[in-house]
T-cell receptor, first 113, second 115 residues
Framework: GESVGLHLPTLSVQEGDNSIINCAYS??????FIWYKQESGKGPQFIID?????DKRQGQRVTVLLNKTVKHLSLQIAATQPGDSAVYFC????????????FGAGTILRVKS | NAGVTQTPKFRVLKTGQSMTLLCAQD?????MYWYRQDPGMGLRLIHY???????AKGEVPDGYNVSRLKKQNFLLGLESAAPSQTSVYFC??????????????FGQGTRLTVV
């Protein structure tokens, strides 16, 4: 989803369905991307990462797709579970004075039982 | 192995007061970061450090200062707190990306309220 003003976009899915969370990144020189999950009251937790020389990477129940042409990243969660409910952020590593990790706006994922 | 530890967890300040947030990591990471997160928004990078003795500005550095005197510690200072600095602050650390790709590990956050 696209960020609207100060409100995070929300994706609601039924338990067991697949979820797709999208992210647009800003810098064409970014060489490394990470998806984080943040549960209420906690810090972000690593989910999966991908380097810019790849276009797909799979983990356990998650897949990240990278389209460098349009600077787009997506996170696919298979068989979404109630425990997947959280805010999801993509982050890009920008090579500027070393490496700078910059986050996107985030998407709220709500899983309906 | 404690990972990334932030001190304090909560703080209320009056406008104009100063304070320092401490971040400590025990993973021998080169990179450390300070972010702020406001309600309904993502994390915005305040300052970061690529190694002991180095600091650099992030996206929203104004009103904050940082120091990295020791590799394991990254301090965030507010010299004269303003209500606009009410936020949740997260510290993170990661290995030198020149060696291997690695994610950043985050602390549990510091909830700061400026009244």
């Amino acid at each position: 989803g696209e960020s609207v003003g100060l409100h995070l976009p929300t994706l609601s899915v039924q338990e067991g369905d697949n979820s797709i969370i999208n992210c647009a990144y800003s810098n064409s020189a970014s060489d490394y991307f990470i998806w984080y999950k943040q549960e209420s009251g906690k810090g972000p937790q690593f989910i999966i990462d991908i380097r810019s020389n790849m276009d797909k990477r799979q983990g356990q129940r998650v897949t990240v797709l990278l389209n460098k042409t349009v600077k787009h990243l997506s996170l696919q969660i298979a068989a979404t579970q109630p425990g997947d409910s959280a805010v999801y952020f993509c982050a890009e590593n920008i090579k500027e004075y070393g490496n700078k990790l910059v986050f996107g706006a985030g998407t709220i994922l709500r899983v309906k039982s | 192995n404690a990972g990334v530890t932030q001190t304090p967890k909560f703080r209320v300040l009056k406008t104009g007061q100063s304070m320092t947030l401490l971040c400590a990591q025990d993973m021998n990471h080169e990179y450390m970061y300070w972010y702020r997160q406001d309600p309904g928004m993502g994390l915005r990078l305040i300052h970061y450090s690529v190694g002991e003795g180095t600091t650099a500005k992030g996206e929203v550095p104004d009103g904050y200062n940082v120091s990295r005197l020791k590799k394991q510690n990254f301090l965030l200072g507010l010299e004269s707190a303003a209500p606009s600095q009410t936020s949740v602050y997260f510290c993170a650390s990661s290995r030198d990306r020149g060696k291997t790709d690695t994610e950043a590990f985050f602390g549990q956050g510091t909830r700061l309220t400026v009244v």
